[in-house]
C-alpha cells in the first residue's frame, strides 16, 4: 500500500449541488460535502488506522479476490463506528434526511482496483435503498448504467475528494453503477457507503 503525506495532489470539487435528470435514477451529488482541510485529515486517519481486509467471493465457480480492501462497520455489532465514522454518519444523515446503520469502507489501491457493474443485493438493504457514499483521496469515475432501457445514455460522474454522493429510490432497482480500472497512474481512494441494514 502506497502511503504518502501529499494530499495537495488530490482534487476537491467546487462545492455545488448536482441534481441528474435521468429515467427513474434518484441521484444527488455534492462535492465539497467535506471541506478540503477535513478531507484531508479523513483520508489519511481512515488509510492508516481502518483494519482493511482482502475479500473473497465466488463467480463462476471460482474464489477470487476482489480487487480493493473493505472494512465494515455496524452499529450493533462489536465492530461498533468510530468516533470519526460516527462524526461523517450524522453529518451525512443531516444532510439526505435518511438514517444508517452500516458503513463498508472501500480502498482503492490505484488503477489496478476497481467494482465491475453490479446493483447492491436487496436481501440486505431492502427494496429502494438509499446509499449515502463519501470520497477521500484520488478522484475516479463513478459510472452508471440503466438495466432495461439501452437508449438511456450511460452516465459518468467524477467523486472528487470530499465528495458525497446519494442513490435512493428507484436507482438500485434501475440501474448498475461501476467504478472501473484505470491504466493511468492513480494514488489510493478511499470511499465510505453508508447504508440502512435491515
Same mark, same amino acid.
Given at each position: 500500500?502506497?502511503?504518502f503525506?501529499? /494530499?495537495?495532489?488530490?482534487?476537491?470539487g467546487? !462545492?455545488?449541488l448536482?441534481?441528474?435528470?435521468?429515467?427513474? $435514477? *434518484? =441521484? @444527488?451529488?455534492?462535492d465539497?460535502f467535506?471541506?478540503?482541510?477535513?478531507?484531508?485529515?479523513y483520508?489519511?486517519?481512515?488509510?492508516?488506522?481502518?483494519?482493511?481486509?482482502?475479500?473473497?467471493?465466488?463467480?463462476?465457480?471460482?474464489?477470487?479476490?476482489?480487487?480493493?480492501?473493505i472494512?465494515?462497520?455496524?452499529?450493533?455489532?462489536?465492530?461498533?463506528f468510530?468516533?470519526?465514522l460516527? /462524526?461523517?454518519?450524522?453529518q451525512?444523515?443531516? !444532510?439526505?434526511?435518511?438514517?444508517?446503520?452500516a458503513?463498508? $469502507? *472501500? =480502498? @482503492?489501491r490505484?488503477g489496478?482496483?476497481?467494482v465491475?457493474?453490479?446493483?447492491d443485493?436487496e436481501?440486505?438493504?431492502?427494496?429502494?435503498?438509499?446509499?449515502?457514499s463519501?470520497?477521500?483521496g484520488?478522484?475516479?469515475?463513478f459510472?452508471?448504467?440503466?438495466?432495461?432501457?439501452?437508449?438511456?445514455p450511460?452516465?459518468?460522474?467524477?467523486?472528487?475528494?470530499?465528495t458525497?454522493?446519494?442513490?435512493?429510490?428507484?436507482?438500485?432497482?434501475?440501474?448498475?453503477?461501476?467504478?472501473?480500472k484505470s491504466?493511468?497512474?492513480? =494514488?489510493?481512494?478511499?470511499?465510505?457507503?453508508?447504508?440502512?441494514?435491515?
Open positions: 500500500m502506497l502511503l503525506s501529499d /494530499t495537495e495532489l488530490f482534487t476537491a467546487k !462545492k455545488k448536482h441534481n441528474f435528470d435521468f429515467p427513474e $435514477l *434518484n =441521484l @444527488y451529488q455534492q465539497g467535506v471541506t478540503k482541510n477535513m478531507a484531508d485529515y483520508y489519511h486517519h481512515f488509510l492508516n488506522n481502518t483494519p482493511w481486509q482482502e475479500h473473497k467471493m465466488e463467480m463462476y465457480k471460482k474464489t477470487i479476490v476482489v480487487p480493493r480492501k472494512a465494515w462497520y455496524e452499529n450493533e455489532k462489536e465492530n461498533k468510530t468516533p470519526e460516527l /462524526t461523517l454518519k450524522h451525512v444523515e443531516e !444532510k439526505t434526511g435518511f438514517e444508517y446503520n458503513v463498508l $469502507l *472501500n =480502498l @482503492y490505484d489496478n482496483d476497481g465491475s457493474w453490479h446493483s443485493k436481501d440486505k438493504s431492502g427494496e429502494k435503498p438509499a446509499i449515502a463519501v470520497s477521500f484520488q478522484t475516479r469515475l459510472r452508471l448504467r440503466h438495466k432495461f432501457r439501452k437508449e438511456v450511460q452516465l459518468e460522474i467524477p467523486l472528487h475528494h470530499g458525497l454522493l446519494l442513490m435512493h429510490g428507484y436507482t438500485n432497482e434501475n440501474w448498475e453503477h461501476e467504478i472501473p491504466k493511468k497512474p492513480m =494514488l489510493p481512494r478511499i470511499n465510505l457507503t453508508f447504508r440502512q441494514i435491515k
